[in-house]
C-alpha cells in the first residue's frame, strides 16, 4: 500500500476513534449527576440546620449566651433544624455512597489517570498562571483546548475529590455524637465538635465557590453543548445543530 493511502487510512481511523470515543463514561456521568442532586438536597437541608442556629464557634462547646466565632448574617429561626436533619443524613449517605462508586470506578477505567492527571509539561508555573490569565480575561478556549480538561481544571478537580470532599465528609462526621463515641479521633484532631461545625461550614463555602467557578467556566466554553456532553457522553461539534 503506498505513503498516502497509508496516510490517508490512518486519519480516518484517528477521526472515526474520535467521534466514537465519548467525551464522558458513562460512569462519569451518571456519577456527577447523582452529586449534583445530592449536593443540592445537602445545601437546601444544611441550610434549615444553619437557620436554626446561625452562628459558629470553636471548641468543644458553644451556644446562644456564649461568645461565638463568627455570627452569620441570616434570620434566627426555631425548629427547621428538627426535621432537616434525615433529610441531611439521607442525602449525605446518596453522596457517599455516589462518590465510592466513582472512585472505584474512576480507577477501575483510567479515568483518573487518563483525564485527571497533569502531564509532568503542563506543571509549569507559565502554563498555570497562563490558564488562569486567560480565564480572568474571559477568553473562550478554542475547539481543541474545549474538548479535554486544562491542567487548572485537573488540579482543582483531583482536590476537590481527593481533598474537599473527603474534608465535607470527615467533619460531618466528627457532628455526631454517636460517631465520635465509637471514633473519637474523628473530633479531637478537630478541636471539638463546635469546631468540626465551623470547618465544616468552611469547606461547604468552599464547595460553593467551585460550584460558581466552574459553571461560570462552562458559561465561556459553551453551557448547553458541555451539559448535552455530560448526558450523551459526546461532545456536539461547533457549526453543527444542536
Given at each position: 500500500?503506498?505513503?498516502?493511502?497509508?496516510?490517508?487510512?490512518?486519519?480516518?481511523?484517528?477521526?472515526?476513534?474520535?467521534?466514537?470515543?465519548?467525551?464522558?463514561?458513562?460512569?462519569?456521568?451518571?456519577?456527577?449527576?447523582?452529586?449534583?442532586?445530592?449536593?443540592?438536597?445537602?445545601?437546601?437541608?444544611?441550610?434549615?440546620?444553619?437557620?436554626?442556629?446561625?452562628?459558629?464557634?470553636?471548641?468543644?462547646?458553644?451556644?446562644?449566651?456564649?461568645?461565638?466565632?463568627?455570627?452569620?448574617?441570616?434570620?434566627?429561626?426555631?425548629?427547621?433544624?428538627?426535621?432537616?436533619?434525615?433529610y441531611h443524613f439521607f442525602f449525605a449517605?446518596?453522596?457517599?455512597?455516589?462518590?465510592?462508586?466513582?472512585?472505584?470506578?474512576?480507577?477501575?477505567?483510567?479515568?483518573?489517570?487518563?483525564?485527571?492527571?497533569?502531564?509532568?509539561?503542563?506543571?509549569?508555573?507559565?502554563?498555570?498562571?497562563?490558564?488562569?490569565?486567560?480565564?480572568?480575561?474571559?477568553?473562550?478556549?478554542?475547539?481543541?483546548?474545549?474538548?479535554?480538561?486544562?491542567?487548572?481544571?485537573?488540579?482543582?478537580?483531583?482536590?476537590?475529590?481527593?481533598?474537599?470532599?473527603?474534608?465535607?465528609?470527615?467533619?460531618?462526621?466528627?457532628?455526631s455524637f454517636g460517631i465520635t463515641s465509637?471514633?473519637?479521633?474523628?473530633?479531637?484532631?478537630?478541636?471539638?465538635?463546635?469546631?468540626?461545625?465551623?470547618?465544616?461550614?468552611?469547606?461547604?463555602?468552599?464547595?460553593?465557590?467551585?460550584?460558581?467557578?466552574?459553571?461560570?467556566?462552562?458559561?465561556?466554553?459553551?453551557?448547553?453543548?458541555n451539559v448535552r456532553a455530560m448526558i450523551?457522553?459526546?461532545?456536539?461539534?461547533?457549526?453543527?445543530?444542536?
Open positions: 500500500m503506498s505513503a498516502p493511502a497509508l496516510e490517508l487510512g490512518s486519519r480516518v481511523k484517528e477521526a472515526v476513534t474520535k467521534v466514537a470515543a465519548p467525551r464522558h463514561l458513562a460512569i462519569v456521568r451518571v456519577t456527577q449527576w447523582m452529586v449534583v442532586l445530592s449536593v443540592i438536597g445537602l445545601l437546601v437541608s444544611g441550610a434549615g440546620i444553619l437557620v436554626s442556629h446561625p452562628r459558629l464557634y470553636w471548641g468543644e462547646t458553644g451556644a446562644v449566651g456564649t461568645p461565638s466565632l463568627i455570627d452569620l448574617p441570616i434570620p434566627f429561626i426555631i425548629g427547621p433544624s428538627v426535621w432537616n436533619r434525615p449517605w446518596i453522596l457517599v455512597l455516589t462518590g465510592l462508586t466513582y472512585v472505584a470506578g474512576g480507577f477501575i477505567t483510567r479515568h483518573f489517570r487518563n483525564d485527571m492527571v497533569p502531564a509532568k509539561a503542563d506543571l509549569r508555573w507559565n502554563r498555570i498562571t497562563g490558564v488562569v490569565s486567560e480565564h480572568l480575561r474571559w477568553k473562550r478556549p478554542d475547539v481543541n483546548a474545549a474538548t479535554t480538561y486544562n491542567v487548572v481544571q485537573r488540579l482543582t478537580y483531583l482536590a476537590v475529590v481527593f481533598a474537599l470532599f473527603p474534608a465535607i465528609l470527615w467533619t460531618g462526621l466528627a457532628m465509637v471514633f473519637p479521633i474523628l473530633v479531637t484532631s478537630l478541636g471539638g465538635h463546635q469546631s468540626a461545625r465551623t470547618l465544616h461550614f468552611v469547606f461547604v463555602m468552599l464547595l460553593m465557590l467551585f460550584a460558581i467557578v466552574h459553571i461560570s467556566m462552562l458559561v465561556l466554553a459553551g453551557f448547553w453543548r450523551t457522553g459526546h461532545m456536539p461539534q461547533e457549526g453543527k445543530p444542536r
